[in-house]
T-cell receptor
Framework: QKEVEQNSGPLSVPEGAIASLNCTYS??????FFWYRQYSGKSPELIMS????GDKEDGRFTAQLNKASQYVSLLIRDSQPSDSATYLC?????????FGKGTRLHILP | KAGVTQTPRYLIKTRGQQVTLSCSPI?????VSWYQQTPGQGLQFLFE???????NKGNFPGRFSGRQFSNSRSEMNVSTLELGDSALYLC???????????FGSGTQLSVL
């Protein structure tokens, strides 16, 4: 089993709709969870971090964590064309941050 | 506050050569991590340094090495380059391990 799994996409979402990105992880001991956004040709930038079960909201972004199911998700409300990018889920494991391969999100104007 | 600075931005080398990449972390960040990014494998962890000590290492051959200086700046070295080493090498700094990572712009290495 891969340590951090994401659907590679592309995920196509109409402008103004909600984009839902999902991630599962294998290490039950993981305590820190992150979502990064990476535009083509650029380096990853941190969007959200979440450490406890439940939802965490920041503007149009909501991160959801369920440690029992080993599942993390990112919701993007009112999707904009500028949200088109690859979204990377990252999890701490053995004191290092491990990344999924990312989900490509495409917002349709 | 200045971000993470990586140099050079692009490198072209031939097989068998060696290369050194440089990274200056955000001021106050003592942890520096290195990642290799390729289209097929995504972001893969290389190693992490804190206070001049390597604390963690990924699954890469010994040709990949690094070090950290007393001012937290870090270098990564790849010896005997292979075609498969062509990748984007990203440096990230954080306050400590397991914490939020802030990435530099990366070094795009092409091995011919």
């Amino acid at each position: 089993q891969k340590e951090v799994e994401q659907n590679s996409g592309p995920l196509s979402v109409p402008e103004g709709a909600i984009a839902s990105l999902n991630c599962t992880y294998s290490d039950r001991g993981s305590q820190s969870f992150f979502w990064y956004r990476q535009y083509s040709g650029k380096s990853p930038e941190l969007i959200m971090s979440i450490y406890s079960n439940g939802d965490k909201e920041d503007g149009r972004f909501t991160a959801q964590l369920n440690k029992a199911s080993q599942y993390v998700s990112l919701l993007i409300r009112d999707s904009q064309p500028s949200d088109s990018a690859t979204y990377l889920c990252a999890v701490d494991r053995d004191d290092k941050i491990i990344f999924g391969k990312g989900t490509r999100l495409h917002i349709l104007p | 506050k200045a971000g993470v600075t990586q140099t050079p931005r692009y490198l072209i080398k031939t097989r068998g050569q060696q290369v050194t990449l440089s990274c200056s972390p955000i001021s106050g960040h003592r942890s520096v991590s290195w990642y290799q990014q390729t289209p097929g494998q995504g972001l893969q962890f290389l190693f992490e340094y804190f206070s001049e000590t390597q604390r963690n290492k990924g699954n890469f051959p010994g040709r990949f090495s690094g070090r950290q200086f007393s001012n937290s700046r870090s270098e990564m070295n790849v010896s005997t380059l292979e075609l498969g080493d062509s990748a984007l090498y990203l440096c990230a700094s954080s306050l400590d391990r397991g914490e939020k990572l802030f990435f530099g712009s990366g070094t795009q290495l092409s091995v011919l």
